[in-house]
């Protein structure tokens, strides 16, 4: 099969997107004269940019017009005829665009509602240990070899010049928010945290625009003078490049965590109510997972975290110690 022109689908979230990144470098590797698109959600296109080895990121606007948008957007692709398709999403409307984008060969996940169009159909197996870098590779084993690739993001040397000015003294990055509470290490951990940290150096709170309001309560009542509200300020390749710098980076299971797997930095993740073996913890070379010592039969409530703790106590959360985090900088 002759391989020109290849469509990659991710249209899920941030922490997704990343973890997908691991197949442009294996299809770049293995197709390195192909074209390789990248179909992401809107809000996520910023990941991509000027990457090196992705001709166009397209942007589905799932909030606007969704499925008027979703038409326009199928358009496009069957106008182009891609020989590949690999779509990483498992659900209908990325199913949809593949079974419709006339390329001349396409690969999903069986659980896909749309993976009866397929002409390959990859099992998609969660809570068996397999990494989420592994199960993408399925997708493109038989193209490739059994060789995964991790993920990996290409902040520019623009993105790298906006962070120097923090980078004037040995600094750790925090990450304290998760769209999903239960994957949130509480705030008040995060403070005795910062508080009980035997490090001189800045300490960094990163986060969205959305996430400040919680940084700023964790800065003021750990009172530490070294500590700075960055939520907001950074651009999501800029937050990576100064995550790439980092003593350490404390992470919960969210999209930080996979910064830093992207850019190989030093990572603590810390991990709630799911757990590590779900396929999603951190691939850096220097990666640390802290959780709760105890087993709770109650853990892990839920593959994607939840809004609150169904049984009121958090216990996952609240009983990770201070001294655990701690010990991972010695």
Known sequence: MAIRQILVIQTAFIGDVILATGLLEKLHSNYPEAEIDFLVRKGNESLMNEHPFVRETIVWDKKGEKYRNLFKLIGR??????????????????????????????????????????????????????????RNHALIRKLTDDQYRKPKLYPTAQDFEAIKQWQ??????????????????????????????????????????????????????????????????????????????AVMNYVNDSAPMHLASAI???????????????????????????????????????LHGKKACPKGHFKCGFDISTEQLIAVLT
């Open 77 to 134: 692709v069957r106008k182009t005829r891609y020989d590949l398709a690999v779509n990483v999403q498992r659900f209908a409307n990325s199913g949809l665009i593949t079974a419709l984008s006339k390329a001349g060969h396409k690969i999903g996940f069986d659980k896909n509602p749309f993976s009866w169009t397929f002409n390959e159909k990859i099992p998609h197996e969660i809570g068996n240990g397999v990494h989420e870098v592994e």
């Open 168 to 245: 004037n003294q040995p600094y750790i990055c925090m990450a304290p928010a998760s769209v999903w509470f239960t994957k949130q290490y509480p705030k008040e951990q995060w403070i005795r945290l910062i508080k009980a940290l035997p490090f001189e150096g800045n300490i960094f709170l990163l986060g969205a625009p959305s996430d400040k309001n919680l940084c700023d309560e964790i800065k003021g009542k750990s009172a530490h003078a070294n500590v700075q509200n960055l939520c907001g300020q950074l651009s999501l390749l800029q937050s990576t490049a100064l995550m790439k710098g």
């Open 264 to 302: 190989n930095a030093k990572t603590c993740a810390i991990f709630c109510s799911t757990i590590p073996e779900f396929g999603f913890g951190p691939l850096s070379d220097e990666s640390h997972i802290v959780q709760i010592e105890e087993q709770l039969e109650c853990r892990p409530c839920g």
